[in-house]
C-alpha cells in the first residue's frame, strides 16, 4: 500500500462547479496534510494546510481532514478554467517525513 | 522576491559526466529538500538538509550526493551520471518545523543520454 494515494484523474468538472479532490493516507500518526497545486510545465505551489479534524476553509478552497478514516479532501468551489492543473496531497508520516501523492488532473471546462 | 533559484533548468549530459545542480534561497529558511518528479510516480524526496551541516537521505538517495556549507545553498550532485536519473528535479525550502510548507523553485530537467 502506497503511504498517500491520489486517484490520478482526469477529473473534468464544468466551470462553475465544486470540484473534488480525495487522497487516503497510510500512517495513523500522520498530523500534518498539504494540498499543492502544479500547473503544467511549473512547479508545485503550495494552497492549503490542516493539521485539526474538520474542515478549513480559504477563499474558494475547503480543506477537509477526517483522520479517523485517514483521508483529506480538497473541495474547489465555483470551479474555473484557470483551477485547471494537478493537485499534488502530501502528508507528514512517521514523525517528519514529507511524502506527495502522485497527484490528480482536474480539467475544468468552459 | 523571496524565492528559491535552481541552475541549470535545463541540462542534457552523457552518461559519466558529473554534473551539479545548485539550489539557493534568499528566505533564511534552515529546512531545504531535494525532490525528483517522474510521471505516475509523484515527488520522491532525494535528500534534505534540517540546517547547516546537517543532511539526511530521503526516499531515492542511490547515485547523489549534497551538501549544506551555508544556510541558503543545497547544490545537488551526480558524481556518475545515468540514464534512470533523467527526470525533473526541484529544490525546496521551508522555515524549521514546517517542513511540509515547502517552497519549491523553477525545476531543472535533466536528460542523461
Known amino acids: 500500500q502506497k503511504e498517500v494515494e491520489q486517484n490520478s484523474g482526469p477529473l473534468s468538472v464544468p466551470e462553475g462547479a465544486i470540484a473534488s479532490l480525495n487522497c487516503t493516507y497510510s500512517?495513523?500518526?500522520?498530523?500534518?496534510f498539504f494540498w499543492y497545486r502544479q500547473y503544467s510545465g511549473k512547479s508545485p505551489e503550495l494552497i492549503m494546510f490542516i493539521y485539526s479534524n474538520g474542515d478549513k476553509e480559504d477563499g474558494r478552497f475547503t480543506a477537509q481532514l477526517n483522520k479517523a478514516s485517514q483521508y483529506v479532501s480538497l473541495l474547489i468551489r465555483d470551479s474555473q478554467p484557470s483551477d485547471s492543473a494537478t493537485y499534488l496531497c502530501a502528508v507528514n508520516v512517521y514523525g517528519n517525513k514529507l511524502v506527495f501523492g502522485a497527484g490528480t488532473i482536474l480539467r475544468v471546462k468552459s | 522576491e523571496a524565492q528559491v533559484t535552481q541552475n541549470p533548468r535545463y541540462l542534457i549530459t552523457v552518461t559519466g559526466k558529473k554534473l551539479t545542480v545548485t539550489c539557493s534561497q534568499n528566505?533564511?529558511?534552515?529546512?531545504m529538500s531535494w525532490y525528483r518528479q517522474d510521471p505516475g510516480l509523484g515527488l520522491r524526496q532525494i535528500y534534505y538538509?534540517?540546517?547547516?551541516?546537517?543532511?539526511d537521505k530521503g526516499d531515492v538517495p542511490e547515485g547523489y550526493k549534497v551538501s549544506r556549507k551555508e544556510k541558503r545553498n543545497f547544490p545537488l550532485i551526480l558524481e556518475s551520471p545515468s540514464p534512470n536519473q533523467t527526470s525533473l528535479y526541484f529544490c525546496a525550502s521551508s522555515l524549521a518545523g514546517s517542513t511540509g510548507e515547502l517552497f519549491f523553485g523553477e525545476g531543472s530537467r535533466l536528460t542523461v543520454l
Open positions: 538538509s534540517m540546517n547547516v551541516e546537517v543532511t
Open positions: 528566505m533564511n529558511h534552515e529546512y
Open positions: 500512517d495513523r500518526g500522520s498530523q500534518s
